[in-house]
């Protein structure tokens, strides 16, 4: 529960679920304060995690293993990476591969010489290998094939890159994979959540992304000093910071969201609750609109260097650009109006798409920490403790609940078979999440409960005149309904547990759901690869460890201006 500060005048509510909810709105959000990467290093620099390398023995060819350890207030966690020497021909973004350039764990604690032999035959085989409950994630990575070479040769010449060139691509390496909660033997979550830093999500597989970012720029030095020992250059400390991790994914990401009600109910409620506390505020702080204008500039900089291949990534950059300078000239009036981030919000709804309304909510919330950052603790959920279904709720109310809940899902023509194009099925080879064409009859028994709008609208047909007084008497007779009743009486209970878009329509598109998701890791540099899979950058421009004493780096996901 988001408890709201005490406040005599008139708050501002949060925006409606009708309004938030929707899958175009959900593919336009950015990162905020609140996204867990921002989370992660607030903490390691607030606490002051120490940083060490314990082991790097990496032969010349960059293979090898290294040690790579945080430690904090209570305990230590340490990264053990394997780098092997990997054929070109062989180097695959694909859940499929077998093969990487390297392959991670996240330990708990200080792994023993008989911790990392043992790890040694495991980790680089990954899902065909098994972890125990000492190791807390399981992941891989794979270089860039337009970076890594160039950035070795570079380096092992004694120059350093180009920086426009480092920022065509933003990162060495990219992940394929970063598995956490229980996967393949590792630690699951509720073993680690009651641990303060582990008690927001997603906190482990971030810490493991961030050290991977350490020791990905150690190894392209280290390969050249190896190469070039007399003439070798470590890289330029803003030249490593503009490097981040990359990641690819795909379809296996989609479905979190509706899989997961309670928990993204309070990822997208923490994020409306701030906006609203901000919009609350009754005057601007001595130089609030001189940060929120300077904020935007380093956004606009983040914004122009991308370059997307894909044609409707290219527009949406293309339509924020143009956001981007009408909200510029906005700033420049710095209205003294009452509640002027209020006024700037209404005028920004009136005026930007959605790609710069989300924008502006991104910077909106940087201006006060002291009433956004606390929010955090609010985004971890306890979801078995609403699985259990209200047998004894009565078949009207489920009906009221579902009109007032899915009024969207009752107005499409579930009979249009464009409504009902696509379904979502489970590959048998990766035991992935994949969405195929409902015209393929092979799939039809292999259909997932993910499209919640249609299952909700075909119960309420079906009920319209139902004799079984409660939902008990009627599930008895009607199992098959149980996955959707369950949702309607969880989203009865959550503003935001319910995506109210249509998830199998022809006009879906999937990596909306995706890019929802990674805005809140703190993703940056949104570039779809087609409608189901899209490359990301993590961590970038952020500070290394060695760096966390030099300033203030609250706001390192802005770019400073490039050189």
């Not at 990467?37 to 620099?45: D, E, G, H, K, Q």
Request: charged share 25%; glycine share 4%.
């Amino acid at each position: 529960m988001l408890h709201r500060p005490d406040n005599k005048a008139r708050e501002v509510a949060r925006r409606p679920a009708h309004q938030v909810m929707t899958l175009p709105r959900l593919g336009a959000f950015h990162q905020t304060r609140l996204s867990f990467m921002r989370v992660l290093l607030r903490r390691l620099i607030a606490e002051n995690w120490r940083f060490e390398v314990t082991t790097f023995d990496i032969d010349a060819s960059g293979v090898g293993h290294a040690v790579y350890t945080m430690h904090g207030p209570e305990r230590s966690y340490s990264l053990i990476a394997f780098a092997h020497d990997l054929p070109d021909d062989q180097r695959s973004d694909r859940v499929i591969a077998t093969a990487w350039d390297a392959t991670f764990t996240l330990f708990d604690g200080l792994p023993s010489p008989s911790d990392v032999a043992r790890l040694s035959a495991q980790v680089p085989v990954q899902e065909q290998g098994r972890v125990s409950q000492s190791e807390l994630s399981l992941s891989r990575a794979n270089r860039s094939t337009r970076l890594w070479d160039y950035v070795l040769e570079c380096l092992a010449a004694g120059t350093q890159p180009d920086a426009q060139r480092l920022d065509e691509v933003g990162y060495l390496m990219r992940t394929t994979a970063v598995y956490g909660s229980g996967k393949f033997g590792a630690a699951d979550r509720a073993s680690l959540e009651q641990r303060p830093e582990f008690r927001e999500p997603f906190q482990v597989e971030m810490l493991n992304v961030y050290l991977i970012r350490c020791f990905v720029v150690d190894l392209v030095e280290h390969m050249a000093r190896a190469r070039a020992p007399e003439r070798a250059v470590a890289l330029a400390p803003d030249l490593r910071r503009r490097l981040g991790i990359g990641n690819s994914t795909g379809l296996g990401m989609a479905p979190f969201l509706l899989n997961h009600q309670v928990l993204i109910n309070n990822w997208i409620a923490a994020r409306e609750e701030a906006l609203a506390r901000i919009r609350t505020l009754p005057a601007a702080k001595d130089g609030d609109w001189a940060k929120l204008s300077q904020l935007a500039e380093r956004l606009t900089i983040s914004v122009n260097a991308q370059r997307p291949d894909d044609p409707r990534q290219a527009a949406k950059l293309a339509e924020l650009r143009k956001d981007l300078q009408k909200l510029a000239a906005r700033l420049e009036t710095r209205s003294d109006v009452a509640r002027p981030w209020d006024n700037l919000w209404h005028w920004a709804e009136g005026v930007l798409g959605l790609e710069g309304q989300e924008s502006l909510l991104t910077l909106l919330l940087e201006l006060r920490p002291d009433l956004v950052d606390q929010l955090a603790v609010d985004m971890s959920a306890d979801e078995s403790a609403m699985a259990r279904i209200d047998g004894r709720m009565s078949m009207s109310a489920l009906r009221r609940l579902i009109e007032n809940r899915y009024a969207w899902a009752l107005k499409i023509d579930w009979s249009d078979a464009a409504e009902q194009a696509r379904l979502w099925y489970v590959s048998a080879a990766k035991s992935e999440p994949r969405l195929g064409d409902r015209a393929d009859a092979d799939l039809a028994n292999f259909e997932q409960a993910l499209a919640p709008g249609r299952d909700a609208a075909q119960l309420y047909r079906e009920t319209e005149a139902c004799e079984a007084e409660n939902v008990g008497q009627y599930l008895m007779e009607r199992p098959k309904h149980r996955h959707i009743v369950r949702r309607i009486q969880i989203a009865a209970c959550l503003p935001y547990g319910e995506i109210e878009s249509n998830t199998v329509s022809a006009q879906m598109v999937p990596i909306d759901l995706l890019r929802a998701k990674l805005s809140f890791f703190g993703a940056t540099a949104f570039d779809p690869r087609s409608d189901r899979w899209l490359r990301i950058n993590m961590f970038q421009n952020a500070p290394f460890p060695v760096e966390w004493p030099n300033r203030d780096w609250d706001d390192w996901v802005y770019p400073q201006a490039r050189a």
